[in-house]
């Protein structure tokens, strides 16, 4: 289409909206579809693309991939993209060699950073809802270091069990970590800090600015850590503690690490697992290549990736991020009165939800002429405690609807998948042209979501699970 201008990117962003017009680009092809977005089959989640490349949507939404589709696409196009650099992994190989950065590996387009070093994004939260489970090119990184480079040769893994019947400590390669009886479970992993972006309005945190897309459903699969300490001889103790650390090291050499109490570690039903896949694929590098520990239930954190030492302690991890980090606060404790000696490590999480779809500040129109709209979102609880029930309204809570749920099986304290839930809310002439959407969730021990951020404020913006609160224009 030589006949056609050429479009820098910088010009095609600019093009992001209803107002200044929207312009999506595929492969090499800049496309006006501002008269087209009114009539897209799948609403308004053609503007999450709004201004950008539409290819990693179509990878997703594979209905896009047809003949027809293509042609229509066509007819919008306005001219071409230039100055493109299609070769993947340019900007890592610009770093000097020896930076501890020159070996982070390639992210989904979709992922957008929070911070890019270390690495830390989450997925478009419209996107998250999609499926039950979250593909893996999609699922948030939370990096707080460079990603180490590990071969699957040269893995190690060291377990000091402290026990005085075996070989201490033990080491496994990754086939021997392979050829151990081979388990699978759901579980989301979700950050401390999610949805900490709602927090920081009722009053300023210290934190990477998370919205609600630090969370991920995935099937791990691997060896089962209590497989191994028990063959290690290690016997229950109420006191006691699994260390974990990382291959990734900070600046003064230290690893990432944290632990999780004996019991967790023991309890066959706590299924925590040496994991090598993640939806059935080989663990990526971002995601802890080749073995991380999964702690379902338990928060983020203790979730170490890239794990090379296990160690049955006395005591817990005494890591930055277990003693001074991950942890809650009083809302009137602040930066010159904290004492993180005196606050427990987050190990489960609380309840909470968050509405996926329809997007803050979105255009909705109701379905047919029943004036109902449709809404969709995640829900989760700690411990394995499973979600019973979703709560929405569109009222401030003058009227609650109840959403259909989409969840596993599993049985309660053990139910460590997330929950995907739709509803249907009825709009009535009274709401108005603007209606702010509630969600909130309850677990099995009937634990619900506090309704405000301004009783569960702390400093690090931890724990933000107050009610989800979503403003939208009806169409
Ligand atoms: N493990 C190591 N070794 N290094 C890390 O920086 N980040 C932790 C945890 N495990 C981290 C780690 C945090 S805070 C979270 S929320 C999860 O990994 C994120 O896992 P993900 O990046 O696979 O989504
Ligand atoms: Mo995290």
């Not at 994991?275 to 073995?291: C, F, K, Q, V, W």
Request: proline share 6%; charged share 25%.
């Amino acid at each position: 289409r030589a006949d056609l201008p050429n479009y820098k990117t910088d010009q095609v962003e600019q093009h992001n909206s209803a107002k200044t017009g929207i312009w999506i680009t595929y492969g090499l092809g800049v496309y006006d579809v501002t008269d087209f977005a009114d009539n897209h089959p799948g609403g308004d989640k053609i503007l999450m693309a709004a201004g950008s490349a539409i290819d990693p949507f179509w990878a997703i939404y594979q209905q896009h991939n047809t003949l027809e589709v293509l042609e229509l696409l066509e007819g919008f196009r306005i001219g071409n993209l230039e100055g493109v650099d299609l070769k993947p992994g340019a900007s890592a190989a610009e770093d000097e060699l020896g930076s501890p950065w020159a070996h982070e590996p390639q992210r989904h387009a979709l992922l957008k950073p929070a911070s890019k070093r270390p690495f830390n994004a989450e997925p478009p939260i419209g996107l998250l809802a999609e499926q039950f489970l979250t593909p893996n090119e999609l699922f948030y990184v939370r990096n707080h270091l460079p990603v180490p480079v590990i071969s699957a040769e040269e893995y190690e893994l060291e377990i000091e069990s402290g026990s005085s019947k075996k070989k201490d400590p033990l080491t496994l390669n990754l086939e021997e970590i392979k050829a151990l009886p081979k388990h699978s479970v759901t579980a989301a992993i979700m950050c401390g800090g999610n949805r900490r972006s709602e927090m920081t309005k009722v009053k300023a945190v210290k934190g990477l600015s998370w919205g609600a897309g630090a969370v991920g459903n995935a099937k791990w699969s691997g060896a089962r850590l209590c497989d191994v300490l028990r063959e290690q001889g290690v016997q229950p103790d109420e006191s006691k503690h699994v260390i974990f650390e990382g291959a990734d090291l900070d600046p003064t050499s230290h690893p990432y690490g944290a632990s999780i109490p004996l019991s967790k570690a023991l309890d066959p039903r706590g299924d925590v697992i040496l994991a090598y896949e993640m939806n059935g694929e080989t663990l990526s590098r971002d995601h802890g290549y080749p073995i991380r520990v999964i702690v379902p239930g338990t928060v983020g954190a203790r979730n170490v990736k890239w794990l090379t030492r296990i160690v049955v302690a006395d005591k817990e991890s005494d890591s930055h991020w277990q003693q001074n980090d991950y942890k809650g606060f009083s809302p009137s404790t602040d930066w010159d009165t904290v004492d993180f000696s005196k606050s427990d490590a987050i190990q489960a999480m609380p309840v909470t939800s968050a509405i996926c779809t329809p997007q803050p500040g979105a255009r909705v129109k109701p379905d047919d002429d029943d004036g109902h709209i449709t809404v969709r979102g995640y829900a989760w609880s700690g411990g394995g405690r499973k979600i019973v029930r979703v709560d929405l309204t569109s009222d401030e809570g003058k009227s609650w609807h109840v959403a259909e749920l989409e969840q596993e099986d599993s049985p309660d304290g053990r139910h460590y998948g997330w929950s995907l839930w739709t509803a249907r809310l009825p709009i009535s002439e009274s709401s108005g042209s603007d209606v702010e959407i509630w969600a909130k969730a309850v677990d099995s021990a009937y634990n619900v979501q506090p309704e405000k951020f301004e009783h569960i404020w702390n400093l690090r913006g931890v724990l933000a699970n107050a009610y989800h609160k979503v403003r939208v224009k009806i169409a």
